[in-house]
């Protein structure tokens, strides 16, 4: 069976450090790959998707960016944290035949201070 | 470009009755996919139904089903028996080529 997973679950950063998160899949060759931000209490923000490795669509221009080094590897990452880069992150995979369901991974909750 | 509308930012309903949540989108395809989403407190976004486009027959899930009106494009879901662990924000999603959220619904189950 396909699981999702991202790490770190919580995350403290001062302003100005940098971020890496991690999503990976397992169970599932080729999926579509998506990091979204959803700030408290409201809706979910796309961020990026990308179709294969090395292949990243942008959605919103931010000091963020994301990576495919891996089939089934999403990084997302920033240089230098804004305090408006506070959110809770998830990530997502969509399959070949999965009827465009969006499965999605546990999340990050990412407080800058 | 698509846009998905939820009008009713929060709802409440008290445990053993119905509620429906209203969905409406626009688009301009004519093959598509609509989700509702379902995220409680621990904030994992749980898939509660789906329905795709070319299909006439409303989805049904247990106690959730739909209420599909493709021309009107409106795609609103029913909870029915309400239990309290149903308290959870819910979206409406449309996909085609891209997926598009709505601004959710904050479910309230009242004992």
């Known amino acids: 069976s396909q699981t999702i997973h991202q790490w770190p679950a919580t995350l403290v950063q001062p302003v100005g450090s940098p971020l890496s998160l991690e999503c990976t899949v397992e169970?599932?060759?080729?999926?579509?790959l998506y990091w979204y931000r959803q700030a408290a209490g409201r809706g979910l923000q796309l961020l990026f998707y990308?179709?294969?490795?090395?292949?990243i669509s942008s959605e919103v221009p931010q000091n963020l960016s994301a990576s495919r080094p891996q089939d089934r590897q999403f990084i997302l990452s920033s240089k230098k944290l804004l305090l408006s880069d506070s959110g809770f992150y998830l990530c997502?995979?969509?399959?070949?035949?999965?009827?465009?369901?969006?499965?999605f991974g546990p999340g990050t909750r990412l407080t800058v201070l | 470009a698509q846009t998905v509308t939820q009008s009713q930012p929060e709802m409440s309903v008290q445990e053993a009755e119905t509620v429906t949540l209203s969905c409406t989108y626009d688009?301009?395809?004519?093959?598509?996919?609509l989700f509702w989403y379902k995220q409680p407190p621990s904030r994992q976004m749980i898939l509660v139904i789906r329905?795709?486009?070319?299909?006439?027959q409303n989805a049904t899930e247990n106690r959730f089903s739909v209420n599909f009106q493709k021309a009107a494009k409106s795609f609103s879901l029913k909870i029915s028996d309400s239990q309290l662990g149903d308290a959870a924000m819910y979206f409406c999603?449309?996909?085609?080529?891209?997926?598009?959220f709505g601004t959710g619904t904050s479910l309230t189950v009242i004992p």
């Open positions: 997502a995979w969509v399959g070949v035949s999965s009827y465009n369901e969006q499965f």
């Open positions: 169970g599932t060759s080729n999926p579509n």
């Open positions: 990308s179709v294969g490795i090395g292949q």
């Open positions: 688009t301009s395809e004519s093959d598509y996919y």
């Open positions: 329905q795709e486009a070319y299909k006439q």
């Open positions: 999603v449309y996909t085609g080529n891209q997926f598009y």
